[in-house]
């Protein structure tokens, strides 16, 4: 087991009507709001009006930056900084899922900084400070919630680039499961898949003696397995989806990493997908991972063993590891398939043409990923694995 | 799945070597120090004087409060409490186990409060402050370096009691898991038995739909039921014990009873043991726990059954639950006989003399326990099946 500091200090305020709480909460971090969200989906709901009279009712003032899309930009978070100067802002609120609650932060650390707030994501600038953030969630899958990193894309170049520190642990995360019911199903399957993700990113690390979290992560990972078909053929079930958003926040606020060196190789090479194509992330996962697991396994076969027949339930004689793992490989992209999501990049008409260049762009500060570092060789290889 | 806010900010500081830390962590809380201890095993350590150096080296002053003894006196608090008051004391230490933090806590709620004290354990008034505490943990049982309770005992009467409040969950805690190598085998088996205990409580709900966290209780679970055999075998492994460790504090943080409504019946019962006999609070469990589950399994077998066959590997026909449960039962009995613990109140001299006398104090603010309310006369049924 590694030596690790861990600290997530975001409240979960998790159940049934408590968005109605927004405002209470919202007026513990500052008195002028920036309320970030996406499209029309929060208005559809109602959850919009909820938020607007919950901040009202407590007197507080909001600006609004909507239009939040999917793999968020750079161009709209330097919008939210630009407002929140002009108008003052002292906190800043995002309703929706990850893309706006990346955007919140990215603002977030954004206004105190003079210089390009791209400077974070190139590491080129350390995140000492960030107006405090509260969130309502309404979609599990990318963990932002109560995570320390987020994701933008910049727009010149199509760089997809992540950024890390405390600062932007969000003060709260207001989640009632009620909102995800009437997500489509294949964002619901796309979001479940970035949460199986975030585990197996975890999970598959060179760190010995990390029996627990291993264990902590098989739950989570069995929880999501078994629950997603089930939101898929039970959407309207609060029950249901209870268990995956919550799975999805603990799955990513990094008490499942402790003690132990996360691979994030399969994120790496994922996000040249969306930043190029502009696919959901949780389908690129679904495409990646698995070609992922074929090139490096070998790297490390008890783990693989470990996954295949504690998390797939593979049953077979354990002197054939080679079995196990392409057994434990093959029905996690049953699984795939059968929550209606795509496995191989020509399902989604995506051929070779940039594997080249997205290669290059993933390994250009380094090799990707810590189970096995990857060169640009070794991405084009999984590039082609996924085709 | 029941609404719940999750809010656990301790800094959990984990690792080889981090005690060196503690100055520099304690310099973020204050400048006048209350360093609370037991006896002389963290002097015997090295431990004792890399605290005063890493506080001196800081520039920070202390004041001590040794002599915590295993199940707390208020009698040591109250002199805390003076301790604080007469040098200004602005943030307390507690280097030990569950019994010193406790200590602590009760100290640190204690000094901005003008009444008794005890008062918060009689529920006759709120903790609205307190100073802030840090942790070096040297033992992995009662979980309090990141709990939001503590208990302690009024000399008068044995009274026993906890107290909660968000205020008193420590700002850091620093476990070094090398610390832990040197405890002796009883107090090994004691403590893991402690951390099943509150892994227990959580896990024996009358709460539908809550399977995300009965599979991380069953992680924690197996990783202690497995992990402690092998502490006992091999005491001077470290990354056995940082296992043991981390289960512990994650056993007790509250995110693995989110949701869910805990039981709390067998601590209950087990307080008036160690209140008047001053057993060990994990032997005390040991003898309970099973009684316990003996008496109100018939309230909701099927959590019982999942018990059996989750946690202790009950391969039984499915349509046996009673045979299934009662396996479950002896093999949690055979594995605290295993691991040295009495698993009946004859082996450790204690006869039904004061068996009602207990059940009376026990349930003397009302039922004890969720899963099923026991009342006077049940709670000295249970001591009964305990003999």
């Known amino acids: ?55 009202t009712n407590e007197g507080l003032s909001y600006v609004e930056l909507p239009g939040v899309q999917p793999n968020p930009r750079l161009g709209l978070v330097q919008e939210g900084v630009r407002l929140c100067r002009e108008h003052q802002v002292d906190a800043i609120l995002a309703v929706g899922g990850g893309s706006t609650i990346d955007t919140a932060k990215t603002v977030a650390f954004g206004v105190p900084y003079e210089g390009d707030v791209w400077d974070f994501f190139e590491a080129k600038a350390e995140i000492r400070e960030a107006l405090p953030i509260g969130v309502v969630l309404t979609i599990p899958a990318a963990g932002s919630e109560s995570s320390d990193s987020c994701v933008i894309t910049k727009e010149e170049g199509l760089l997809k680039r992540a950024a890390a520190s405390e600062h932007m642990i969000p003060r709260f995360a207001i989640m009632n499961p009620a909102f995800t019911c009437t997500l489509p199903a294949y964002q619901t399957a796309c979001g479940a898949t970035d949460i199986l993700a975030h585990l197996m990113e975890r999970y598959f690390t060179q760190t010995t003696h990390v029996d627990f979290t291993d264990r902590l992560l098989e739950a989570a990972m069995r929880t999501i397995i078994n629950y997603t078909p089930m939101a898929l053929e039970n959407p309207e079930n609060y029950d249901i989806r209870a268990e995956i958003m919550w799975a999805g926040t603990v799955a990513h606020n990094n008490l499942l990493n402790t003690g132990r060196i996360s691979d994030w190789g399969s994120h790496g090479i994922e996000h040249e997908l969306s930043a190029l194509y502009d696919i959901a992330h949780g389908a690129g996962l679904a495409i990646v991972f698995p070609a992922w697991m074929k090139y490096v396994c070998h790297a490390g076969m008890p783990r693989f063993v470990q996954f295949a027949v504690r998390v797939f339930g593979v049953d077979l004689a354990f002197g054939e590891p080679e079995q196990i793992v392409t057994q434990g490989i093959r029905r996690l992209e049953s699984y795939l398939q059968s929550i209606g999501l795509p ?45």
Chains 1, 2 share one sequence.
């Open 1 to 55: 087991m590694e030596n690790f500091t861990y600290y997530n200090p975001a409240r979960i305020i998790f159940g049934r009507d408590t968005e109605a709480q927004v405002g209470r909460e919202m007026k513990k971090l500052g008195s002028r709001v920036l309320l970030v969200y996406g499209g029309g989906s929060i208005k559809r709901s109602g959850l919009y009006d909820t938020v607007v009279r919950s901040l």
């Open 343 to 387: 496995i191989r990049l020509s399902e989604i008409g995506i051929d070779e043409s940039h594997f080249a260049e997205m290669a290059e762009k993933a390994t250009k500060s380094g090799p990707m990923g810590r189970f096995l570092p990857l060169y640009a060789q070794d991405v084009e290889s999984i590039y082609r694995l996924a085709l």
